[in-house]
């Protein structure tokens, strides 16, 4: 029997924009911005109110598109956080006990750091053979224990690292802070990889079916390390606009960050069973996550109530993605079952029609 292949319906620009989780969530985030202006001008119309509501959440977005990697890959990684607050220590002992080493060597070794870790993820995960759940939450505490026997009781101050490192962390290009432009760098990187490569196509095949995708002949092992190795690099660099953002780094830096990178990620449309998802959508995940966080308290919500309503958020994106994985399994069941049968339309009798159709390569739809 010759393969069917079911061609996507013919939507309109319309229609096809408000399918858009990505842009659902960017109506949302809007939203939530100008209610919040509405109540306080000074939240957007202030000195500091546009460039808090750009550079808080950037590198919240490093760390979920880095996640999002992960998890297309039907994994997840939840060392991240760890890997951050050493990094980020690493990054300020350089500074300390190598004071001639220029800022781009600190923020590479910084980032080299970060990806040998992510290596160490991926080539257990690979391996072992063990979930990545399992494994990313003991290296989560292997690399925080590391941190804290490092650091100890010390922590990294502002007045410790270079002046023209520690002004990264507030200095603005055309009103945009920079810490803000390398995370949207990252964003138009990650984003050409995931949709216009052949190794980040194959990222999504595998989260899809991972067992099919080892029969094709793809290299589920050298994929699955590469997103482990892209999401500890990008921890890495999380760790470095931490410690611009910030100035200080003590042990508990990153402390519980892993969940909501993985939050900003799921409410961005990446689906938590992998194979499909975005990065822009994690990045507008990301900024919707930290903006909730700053609205609701202008809008007298309580602290409990602001955590509901990000746990609504995430439950809320892990239904819809499962409603519309089985909705699509549902019509392409359908449209198997109505299309029209194989063979020619000869009649029994006739000779041609009984012989086999002729095999047909498989057609991959992106």
């Known amino acids: 029997m010759s393969a069917t292949l079911v061609q996507p319906s013919k939507a309109g620009l319309l229609s096809t924009i408000l399918r858009s989780r990505e842009l659902a969530i960017a109506v949302v985030l809007v939203a939530l911005v100008l209610v919040a202006t509405a109540k306080t001008e000074s939240f957007l119309f202030s000195a500091d109110g546009w460039r808090n509501v750009l550079l808080n959440p950037a590198m919240l977005v490093v760390l979920a598109i880095g996640q999002a990697c992960v998890i297309i890959t039907r994994s997840v990684d939840l060392s991240v956080g760890s890997t951050l ?11 300390i006990d190598f004071p001639s080493l220029p800022i781009v060597v600190v923020v590479l070794l910084a980032v080299l750091l970060g990806a040998l870790l992510g290596l160490v993820n991926g080539v257990l995960v690979s391996f072992a053979k063990v979930p990545a759940l399992v494994i990313t939450l003991g290296t989560m505490y292997i690399y925080r224990g590391i941190f804290l026997t490092w650091a100890g009781s010390s922590r990294i101050t ?14 603005q290009i055309v009103t945009i802070p920079v810490l803000t432009i390398v ?12 949709s216009s490569t052949r190794p980040g196509r194959e990222l999504y095949a595998i989260g899809s ?20 190795v892209a999401s500890g690099a990008l921890a890495g660099l ?13 042990s508990q830096a990153g402390q519980g960050i892993e969940l909501q990178a993985v939050g ?12 499909s998802g975005s990065a822009l959508g994690a990045a507008v995940g990301a900024y919707l996550l930290v903006t909730i966080n700053s609205v609701l308290p202008i809008l007298g919500i309580s602290d409990f109530w602001q955590q509901a309503v990000v746990g609504a958020l995430i439950l809320g994106a892990i239904a819809l993605d499962r409603f519309l994985s089985l909705r699509q399994d549902a019509a392409l069941v359908a449209a198997r079952d109505q299309a029209p049968p194989s063979g020619g339309g000869g009649s029994p009798g006739d000779p041609g029609s009984s012989a ?3 095999p047909t390569s498989p057609q991959v739809t992106a």
């Not at 080892?214 to 590469?226: A, K, T």
């Not at 900003?264 to 194979?275: K, P, R, S």
């Open 85 to 95: 607050g050493l990094t980020a220590y690493f990054a300020g002992r350089l500074f």
């Open 158 to 171: 502002a007045d410790q690292i270079p002046r023209s490192f520690s002004q990264l962390g507030t200095q």
């Open 183 to 194: 995370a949207l760098a990252v964003l138009g990187v990650a984003a050409y990889f995931l």
């Open 209 to 228: 079916d991972p067992d099919a995708a080892d029969l094709y002949g793809l290299p589920v092992l050298r994929r699955v390390l590469l997103a482990f």
């Open 238 to 250: 999380a760790g470095v606009m931490f410690l611009a953002r910030y100035g200080t780094v003590s």
């Open 264 to 275: 900003a990620a799921v409410i961005g449309g990446v689906a938590i069973f992998g194979g």
């Open 356 to 358: 086999p159709s002729a």
